[in-house]
């Protein structure tokens, strides 16, 4: 494990994909137990799609983990999503729910997927925008805060739907935005940097070798090379940044 100062971010970096999950899901629980203890209030989440979360969400939905997590007092959210219907294949919310939120105590109305199917998917994203202002507090200016933002990684640096040359990457005001994303072809709702940089936890989960060189450039200092890589620009204003590797994903990080 490599530790650095608190104004930077923290980097756990494990030998394989299934010990970097769980030390992942670990931080998952603390984040929770640290929010909801002694009474605390509702913990406000923003779960991630895609392939490598899932060992992550395995964990979380066996009971060594689940019956840590205070489920009753969990809101969750999805920080993007795909234009597709919520039972097909390729819909975060499906995947997110069959590993793991049909396996966890949690009431259905605390679960919020993005309605990214919906013909008018601009009008979609302002309704997911004024639904998480209604049950996300905010503090200090008037973006809400969620306690943690999962998130990952792709090759070409994208964090969330946020690819390179797309216009999201230059939204400022609004928390949620959709946009059609020429690499892929699609159309895809999510949250913006604005949103993702207040939250007090962020923490990317990236494992495998095709990531390295995007992990490398978050992780280091070359304004040019940060520049090309959307991930980068994951810089929480008062939170903490965690990134939880595996060996393949962190082979070109050079810690100082």
């Not at 490599?2 to 670990?26: G, M």
């Not at 999503?81 to 049909?102: A, F, T």
């Not at 994203?125 to 998130?151: C, H, K, M, S, W």
């Not at 450039?217 to 008062?238: I, M, N, Q, T």
Request: proline share 7%; hydrophobic share 40%.
């Amino acid at each position: 494990m490599i530790l650095v100062s608190a104004s930077e971010p923290v980097v756990l970096i494990e030998t394989s994909p299934e010990a970097a999950a769980k030390r992942a899901a670990d931080r998952f629980v603390e984040v929770v137990a640290e929010r909801t203890a002694d009474g605390g209030g509702n913990c406000h989440l923003a779960l991630c799609g895609g392939t490598t979360p899932g060992d992550l969400y395995r964990h979380l939905a066996s009971s060594d983990y689940s019956e840590r997590v205070a489920w009753d007092k969990v809101q969750i959210f999805f920080g993007d999503e795909r234009d597709v219907p919520q039972d097909d294949v390729e819909n975060n919310y499906r995947m997110v729910s069959k590993v793991l939120l049909d396996h966890v105590p949690i009431p259905l109305e605390r679960i919020h997927p993005m309605p990214a199917d919906c013909r008018d998917l601009a009008a979609a994203a302002e309704q997911y925008e004024n639904l998480i202002r209604r049950l996300v507090p905010a503090e200090g200016d008037d973006t809400p805060r969620f306690d943690l933002v999962l998130l990952g990684m792709g090759g070409e640096g994208h964090t969330a739907s946020l690819f390179p040359d797309t216009p999201a990457l230059a939204e400022r005001n609004r928390l949620v935005t959709a946009q059609f994303v020429p690499v892929i072809g699609r159309n895809r709702m999510t949250f913006t940097f604005p949103l993702i940089n207040a939250a007090r936890n962020v923490m990317f989960f990236v494992t495998g070798g095709d990531k390295a060189n995007a992990v490398a450039a978050a992780l280091g200092d070359d304004a040019e090379l940060r520049s090309r890589y959307p991930a980068c620009r994951v810089e929480p204003h008062s939170g903490q940044l965690i990134f939880v590797l595996d060996a393949a994903a962190a082979r070109n990080f050079q810690p100082t």
